[in-house]
């Protein structure tokens, strides 16, 4: 790729690489000396944000701030810190980072703005978080050489309560009682504990004391069912990771893996069964011929799939409060050649 001009002044070089970064020195020399001239050449790349599988969402967990990347979504409960980080992976030189709020304001390393602030990494924090700060959190990194963005898409849920008789006891006043105990959760996700002391709501622990119980609060599972026009193309040479709900076309002899996902706060936990097409069934940890089934019994492996794994693959999730199905066609393509002349 490098090459000289006849006249020896020039030097081209073709297809610039990150590699051919450094410095160049070009000697001249005739009869009455030598000299030297010298470049540093630098090369630019654009910024790079980190990436992260969407569907990688950190939990939620009562009393904890919360921590994610750029491109990840986030459920958080209102009243809590909300830290987004803007990773940049690949970058030269620095990329300078400004956010974009869901009203549209815009906020830079180092600015605040009511509740929400950046700091000189470029990580966005957000405090006392509540329901008007929903929406999508847009980072964008830029240098000379481009510019790149990255998007948080923040969902904030609120406590519901739901009043139970505990176990817990003590005094109110010159009578003793049974308190009333309070279970402070989210509809779709946690349970906590609070008292009530003598009518009077004290602020919810977490955890609760020992002396209290902690009630499940039961949830039936819900399959995820995915965008049905987002299918996967046949692709040769390529194995398949699809999210179960999604068809697929796949060629022989490579290894298909569908994923089932589940809405959040599941009570109590559900138990898996997956349905092959052969009519077998499968479980948590389970295997058939080139079929397995992880340990948590969400994700169904096909190894080396051939033709007589064609068809309705079939999972359904169940506990004591109901149960979910979903199913994924999948169609075995075989290779067909065609001789050329190479």
Not at 15 to 28: H, S
Request: net charge negative; aromatic share 6%; hydrophobic share 30%.
């Amino acid at each position: 790729r490098f090459l000289v001009a006849a006249n020896g002044r020039q030097l081209v070089v073709n297809d610039f690489e990150l590699g051919d970064e450094g410095e160049y020195v070009a000697t001249a020399t005739n009869i009455a000396g030598t000299a030297t001239g010298r470049s540093r050449i630098i090369v630019l790349q654009p910024p790079v944000f980190k990436k992260v599988d969407p569907l990688d969402q950190p939990p939620i967990i009562p009393d904890q701030d919360y921590v994610v990347d750029a491109t990840q979504n986030v459920t958080i409960l209102d009243g809590k810190r909300l830290l987004i980080n803007a990773d940049v992976v690949t970058t030269k030189p620095d990329a300078m980072i400004s956010w974009e709020l869901p009203d549209g304001s815009t906020l830079s390393p180092g600015q605040t703005l009511d509740r929400f602030s950046v700091y000189p990494n470029g990580t966005l924090q957000v405090t006392d978080i509540d329901s008007a700060d929903e929406g999508t959190y847009t980072a964008t990194a830029t240098n000379r050489a481009g510019s790149a963005t990255a998007t948080t898409k923040v969902d904030v849920v609120k406590y519901s309560w739901q009043i139970i008789v505990g176990s817990c006891t003590h005094t109110c006043g010159d009578e003793g009682t049974k308190p009333t105990l309070i279970i402070c959760r989210n509809d779709e996700t946690f349970q906590s504990v609070a008292e009530v002391n003598c009518g009077h709501i004290v602020k919810p622990t977490q955890p609760p004391p020992e002396e209290c119980n902690r009630v499940p609060c039961p949830k039936p599972p819900v399959l995820i069912t995915p965008d049905p026009f987002d299918q996967e193309r046949p692709v040769p040479c390529q194995n398949y990771n699809i999210q179960l709900g999604q068809n697929v076309t796949i060629h022989e002899s490579y290894r298909l893996v569908i994923n089932a996902r589940l809405e959040a706060g599941t009570e109590p936990a559900p138990t898996f069964t997956w349905t092959l097409p052969s009519g077998d069934t499968l479980s948590a940890g389970e295997s058939s011929g080139n079929a397995r089934v992880n340990a948590a019994g969400t994700r169904l492996t096909i190894s080396n799939i051939g033709a007589d794994d064609e068809g309705r693959y079939d999972m359904t999730a169940s506990n004591s409060e109901g149960s979910s199905s979903l199913s994924s066609q999948v169609t075995v393509d075989r290779f067909s050649w065609q001789t050329i002349i190479g």
